[in-house]
């Protein structure tokens, strides 16, 4: 078991930056996820902590080692790879036994770990299979046990749920986290899904374009995402470009763009931004307020229902206003599916629930 | 640690290229060089007589290659690919048995399938002379010799090509497609213009280029069959048989330029047109054939195309069988008996020959299997500047007739050198099995990168990650799964060593002579009984190995191609 520290880490393909400038501490033991959309660098990163790539810039220390050129077969870490990448010609036994020949364990240790291992994935059964004759589900659970069974200092998973179905990849979750709880080690798990990230993770780093984003827990990220490009990439959320007006010691007054009129107040500790830099408020549905009698104070205004979709346990409210369209989240309580388009309803932004943000990704990209 | 992984490829690499450079590369351009000697200056004297109107011989035989190759395409293609369709297509009774039967040409070393189509159809051949009892006639009705010799037995050995990518490239189109096309509306000859005719055409491009590279160097055809007619590579041995090396110099690189052209404009023509399917495994189904008639038609054809195909390994058979001397100036061999093959047990003298093609063959392709191995590894696996050059290198003895390697090694190691350790390789017993060695390059190397480009990277890397060194990892993970593959390729290259004659012929030394050499000295002596018994020894080694091929590695011969 092992700390991570990267710094400075920038990776280069000929001229394209895949990673740029990234700094991560990544604690003992902890369950470390790394979050976003594809082609953002996530398993370019993981494979400099494996030692496939070596940085272009930056240094790598496991611990107070530093790693940052070390061979990949000298890191101690190990890998389940997306694929998986189980050796077909040998048999279970001998793929999981694998990394403990190359250590030269004695004969009878090797037997004792790796039907250790096996047992720990519920694998016992099948240790004399071929891999091929193998569903999914199994394969996925001999590459778990593969790389456990060398006692990393330092466990890496890529997406290693992403060619499974869904129900399996609930099941192999669940399986994954306790295997990790029970061994209490340092796991990076690298996913573009966010609701793996939210559920399994001590901590998630948010990657967009080879850039680290936002660093924190899953709430951190979930409540107060550090820009609009985090808050919009992870779960559901109203991005409304806005103007700041003026500010006193506990309050900030905010304008939304094309709307000179009526001004939000917003407590202070629920902003993020800079003065003077382009700015979005972000609430995400669920704390939305509607109601269809006409709501009186700061932050409230009046729309039309555009659309209301039904999931069962709650109604999704798309309502219009002004040129915006703000979605809304209620729980079914059978108030709201009866009402037709073209409705009057009114909505109010809770200031505690508004979260005052960085718009990096540019103009216009919170228009509907 | 960059710099480490660059060291070590470097250390695979240099080796590599040194053997490139110096034993496929050099040569070539030691017979570009002779080229420009002309009587004892430097210039393109060589060139000009070549392309004198006055002595018209090498722009004859150079006119006659080209268009006997021309023909050759034209006949194979007649063949294979109405095969391919029938064999492919529709399904009728034996066609599983007639399609496999259908690659039996590939089974019949060049010279011995010569010899087999004289005995057959040739002056006093088995066929015309039936023919002319059977009717009693005057004369033979026909009989093969010269240009039309030369392309039947292009026609019979090469229409694979046409066959087996085509019947490749059936077997892989989506049915689909065809299928989406007539439920669009369009008849079955719109179908099969606009959708599979488009879709075939890179396959039969990619064989008529094969059909008529291979046609350019063919060797063995024109030296039993044509009796004075000239073609280039034939020309080449005579030249060098009268002592007159620079023009065989200098007819080498004419016959290689025309040779690489066509190969470059293959590559060229297959990197721009793609339509290769995406989906997978889906085999077309093939129609049943209703119609009796056209049914039983099918199956006579079927039947027929066997018979045919399979009479020269028959002929073969019985000639083996024959004692030498009592089959003289009748028209029918009369005494069978198994006395050849004893002798080849009993004196050594005739089993020595055996021998030597053997230990020849064993040593050229275990240098193709070291070699190949490394320098697939290095052209699939490893990053390097002039990745491109190297595998032109590597492919260069493919673009090169039999005839044309033979020469360059006779040039380049006629002489003291450091690539020779200092000796002269001519005459010596080295020359043959660094010949051999030369020609199956390109051949062991594709086999290997094939399995090599089928292996995941990430398993290699899984490897390493659990902790396992790069030559374990080469040992227990890379080696075994791709030595299928490799083998392929190795054990064809073994075959193909041992049959090899073009080269042979070149640069045989009297107490060093390979089975094919040993063919026609008994050819000559009119011993047709032990030539016939060496072709069985040769055929029954690549029905072996291509049998072992396809049982222990489960590899279809047509891969190798
Ligand atoms: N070996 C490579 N050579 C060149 N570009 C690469 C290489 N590996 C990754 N990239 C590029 O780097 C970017 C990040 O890739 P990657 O780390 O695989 O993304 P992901 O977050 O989806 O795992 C991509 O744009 C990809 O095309
Ligand atoms: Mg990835």
Sequence with gaps: ?368 | MRNKEMRFTMFLLIPVVLVLVGYVLYPSIRTLWESFFYKGSIGVGNYKAFFSPESLSNLEALWNSVYISLLSVLCSALIGIPLAFIFNKYEFPGRSFFSSVAILPMVLPSLVGVMAFMFLYGESGLIPNAIKDLFGLEKVPFKIGGVSGILIVHAYTMYVYFYMTVSSTIRNIDPSLEEAAFNLGASRLTVFRKVTLPLLTPAIVGASLLVFMTSMASFSAPFLLAGGFRVLSLQIYFSKINGNMEMAATQSVILSIVSISFLLFMRWYQNRKDYRMQAKGIGAHRSEVKNLFVKWTMVAIGVIGVIVLLLPHATILVLSLVLDGTWTWQTYPSVFNFENYMLLFKDPAIWDPVRHSLTLAFIATLGNLVFGVITSYVLVKRKFIGKNLVDSMVMLPWALPATVVGMNLILAFNERSILTFGHILVGTFWILPLAYFIRHIPLVVRSTNAALEQLDDSLEEAARNLGAKWFYTFRRIVLPLVLPGVLSGTLLAFVEAVGEFPTSVLLYTLNNRPISIEIMNQLRMFNMGQAAAYGMIQISLIAIVLFISNKFFGVKAERSL
Aim: charge should be negative; glycine fraction near 6%; proline fraction near 4%.
């Design chain 1, 1 to 368: 078991m092992s700390s991570i520290t990267l710094k400075h880490v920038t990776k280069k393909f000929n001229t394209f930056s895949a990673v740029k400038e990234l700094n991560l501490e990544i604690k003992e033991g902890e369950f470390f996820t790394f979050l976003g959309p594809s082609g953002c660098g996530k398993t370019t990163t993981l494979r400099m902590i494996a030692g496939f790539y070596y940085p272009t810039i930056g240094t790598i220390h496991f611990g107070d080692k530093d790693m940052t050129r070390v061979a990949p077969e000298k890191r101690n870490t190990g890998m389940v790879f997306q694929n998986y990448a189980l050796f077909p010609h040998m048999t279970v036994f001998e793929n999981v036994a694998f990394g403990l020949k190359v250590r030269k364990c004695a004969k009878s240790e090797v037997i004792t770990r790796v039907e250790e291992a096996l047992r720990k994935v519920r694998l016992e059964q099948l240790i004399d299979r071929q891999v091929s004759q193998l569903s999914g589900g199994q394969q996925q659970r001999v590459a778990l046990a593969r790389a456990l069974v060398i006692e990393p200092d330092i466990l890496l998973l890529d997406e290693p749920l992403s060619n499974l179905d869904a129900r399996l990849r609930d099941e192999m979750r669940a399986e994954i986290l306790r295997l990790q709880r029970e061994y209490r080690i340092t796991t990076i798990y690298v996913t573009h899904d966010q609701v793996e990230a939210l559920t399994m993770s001590d901590r998630i780093a948010v990657f967009n374009t080879g850039e680290c984003q936002q660093v924190g827990t899953p709430k951190q990220i979930y409540d107060e995402p550090a820009n609009d490009f985090v808050a919009s990439f992870i779960g559901e959320t109203n991005l409304l470009s806005i103007q700041l007006a003026r500010e006193d010691d506990e309050k900030i007054y905010v304008r939304l763009e094309n709307d000179e009129t009526t001004e939000m107040v917003i407590p202070k500790d629920r902003s993020n931004t800079i003065k003077d830099t382009p700015s979005a408020l972000s609430i995400r549905p669920e704390a939305v307020e509607v109601s269809t009698k006409e709501l009186e104070g700061a932050n409230c205004f009046q729309g039309t229902i555009e659309m209301v979709q039904f999931t069962g346990a709650a109604e999704h409210l798309f309502i219009k206003v002004g040129e915006q369209t703000i979605q809304a989240l209620v729980l079914n309580n059978h108030l709201w599916s009866e009402r037709k388009k073209g409705e009057s309803v009114w909505i109010r932004f809770p200031g505690e629930y508004v979260w005052i943000i960085p718009n990096v990704l540019g103009e216009g990209a919170h228009e509907k």
